[in-house]
């Protein structure tokens, strides 16, 4: 018991209109998060908005290691005892990745979670910071939660902390401060506990042993440990199959983006006369993946589709898969195994609060988004571990490499070319201006060519819950073509400096036609269309993208 040397304040504190968390979380430059309250008042209004307020309540804290995350906790910590909350499991050393949050709320009945963490931004005092609050189903707070603690943010007048040293959060145990149980919890365990239970390890330690190679890269970020304890530990993989697997404040100086832009260290060697069987990597917070075979990079979208269709190899889903969903922007390769499966397919707008109500109501098993997020129903969350323990499952499975394993795919399936071009940090008046003349042209399209490509269809993506009946408006425009083909442009949610267009481009082969072309190849003709139609070096100033995916 600390209790005398602790000792509650009320402060007094003015709002800040910019609160609005985007597609998942607040995510701000640091510099923002250092603004005097600027935190306080956010960890305020999220306590304020919990329902019946916070006193009593069991929640989890982590973040992903980056820097502010040991002081943002001790923060959330001394607020979360002057509100009264209950119980805080607190991550050790404050690391713990997202989909792991998830996990523990879920364990353990709590009321909810926050997690730190600007994902795949870059970290560093330059850098990033994020906050992101999790419901008691484990998963990203839903859009009335959000706005409720946006709304709050902006009326704010005052906050309650906890005045008092520091807490040691570097070792397991337990305290109480003035009635709050505080509780430093082991990060890893419950979560590779988890993972033994859904996936067949004795098969995967099998591989491994079997002379199959892996490398996992951790970019510094949140999976560091969470790849010793599984993948080297319980699975028995040698030392070198894990790469940059110690957490740091700034991962190294990189973009904690699984990508083929900024995991070009691991990319590089998948693609070397070295290469592993096996490549993946995750990024900040943990909850997305890259796979990647010898020489051969898979898209999210055919990942997602893949391990859908092999589904059944894994033991979490021997009865067969409930669903499945897809985000709008993701390929459309997902939709034909389920309906060879003969389950339903959701489209959601982006973002992985809105395949939280379909899990929670069981119509769906896997889901999964472009952006290199694949998950399930064991958590709420997209887990990037989870995903390359699918695909090792799968492969001990096969026993046949990375891009056999996609080539078979695409024969049954057939392909969907697939590719996402980002131009970041553009001038956001003009991108704005960009999307509102694309939305203005909407009504004249259907019925219209471009580069010889006619259009069939367009709008802009908005969707219905059809559990809870909640809209989300404005998620995307799309520009749909005969025979399958797609455009869609989005402004990014999560992006901190500038504006982010993603233009997400998609066209269809069937399984007799042209199946092997390098994929910016297969999209030639779309990407000059894209590019023609949206006026895009007008608006934005760039003739060409700063990332493909
Ligand atoms: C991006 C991705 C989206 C993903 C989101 C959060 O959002 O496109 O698919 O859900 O990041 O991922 P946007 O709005 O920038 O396109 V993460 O790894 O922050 O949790
Ligand atoms: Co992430």
């Known amino acids: 018991m600390l209790d005398s040397t602790y000792e509650v304040k009320e402060v007094t504190t003015t709002p800040y209109d910019d609160q609005k968390p985007g597609t998942s979380g607040l995510r701000k430059p640091v510099e923002v998060f250092e603004r005097p309250n600027y935190l306080e008042n956010f960890v305020q209004s999220i306590f304020d908005v919990l329902p019946g307020g916070p006193r009593g309540k069991r929640l989890v804290i982590g973040g992903d290691g980056r820097y502010l995350n040991r002081r943002a906790i001790q923060t959330v910590i001394k ?26 709320i879920r364990k353990y009945g709590l009321d909810g979670g926050i997690i730190l963490s600007a994902s795949h931004n870059p970290g560093g005092p330059k850098g990033d910071f994020g906050i992101k609050f999790n419901t008691p189903n484990g998963g990203p707070a839903p859009q009335k939660v959000t706005e409720a603690i946006y709304d709050r943010s902006r009326n704010i007048q005052r ?3 906890a005045d008092g040293p520091d807490l040691e959060i570097d070792h397991l145990g337990t305290t ?4 709050t149980k505080i509780e430093i919890i082991d990060s890893v365990r419950d979560y590779a506990d988890l993972m033994e239970e859904l996936f067949d390890f004795e098969a995967i330690r099998a591989l491994l042993a079997s002379g199959f190679t892996m490398v996992f890269d951790a970019l510094h970020a949140v999976t560091g440990p969470y790849a010793r304890e599984i993948f080297i530990k319980r699975l028995g993989a040698p030392e070198e199959s894990i790469r940059n697997a110690i957490p740091l404040e700034d991962f190294g100086g990189g973009h904690p983006d699984p990508n083929l832009k900024y995991a070009k260290g691991l990319v590089d060697l998948m693609f070397s006369d070295d290469a592993p069987d096996f490549g993946a990597a995750s990024d900040g917070d943990g909850d997305r993946n890259m796979i990647l075979g010898r020489g051969f990079f898979v898209t ?8 859908a269709a092999h589904a059944g190899k894994a033991p979490a889903f021997r009865t067969g ?15 034909r195994v389920a309906e060879a499966l003969g389950v339903a397919c959701y489209e959601t707008p982006t973002g992985w609060k809105f395949f939280g109500s379909l899990l929670d109501a069981g119509k769906i098993s896997i889901c999964g988004e472009e952006s290199f997020g694949t998950g399930a129903d064991h958590v709420r969350e997209k887990d990037g571990i989870w995903a390359v323990l699918f695909w090792l499952n799968i492969l001990a499975a096969e026993r046949c490499s990375v891009a056999d394993l996609v080539k078979a795919h695409w024969k ?12 970041e940090e553009v001038d956001p008046e003009g991108a704005s201006r960009l999307m509102e003349r694309l939305e203005a042209m909407l009504g004249e399209l259907p019925g219209a060519e471009i580069e010889g490509l006619a259009v069939s269809a367009a709008d802009n993506f908005s969707y219905v819950d059809p559990v809870d009946g909640s809209r989300a408006e404005r998620q995307g425009i799309r520009i749909i073509f005969h025979e399958g083909a797609r455009i869609v442009y989005r402004l990014s949610g999560t992006g901190t400096r500038g ?3 993603r233009i997400y481009l998609e066209r269809y082969e069937p399984p007799e036609g042209e199946l092997f072309l390098e994929t910016q190849k297969g999209l030639a003709r779309l990407i000059s269309a894209s590019r023609q139609l949206a006026k895009v070096e007008e608006f934005t100033g760039r003739s060409e993208p700063s990332v493909i995916t």
Not at 85 to 99: H, R
Not at 300 to 307: E, F, K, Q
Not at 321 to 326: D, E, I, Q, T
Not at 413 to 420: D, K, T
């Open 300 to 307: 999210p979208s055919d990942s997602v589709a893949i391990l």
């Open 499 to 501: 504006a982010t267009l």
């Open 159 to 161: 906050y309650l902390i």
């Open 412 to 423: 049954r399936f057939g392909r969907n070319y697939y590719s996402r071009h980002d131009y």
């Open 176 to 179: 109480e401060i003035l009635g």
């Open 79 to 104: 607020m979360a005892v002057a509100n009264g909350v209950e119980l805080l499991k607190v991550a050790c050393g404050g690391i713990m990745s997202t989909p792991a949050v998830s996990h523990i």
């Open 321 to 335: 898969l409930k669903g499945v969903a897809r985000s709008m922007p993701t390929s459309c390769a997902l939709d």
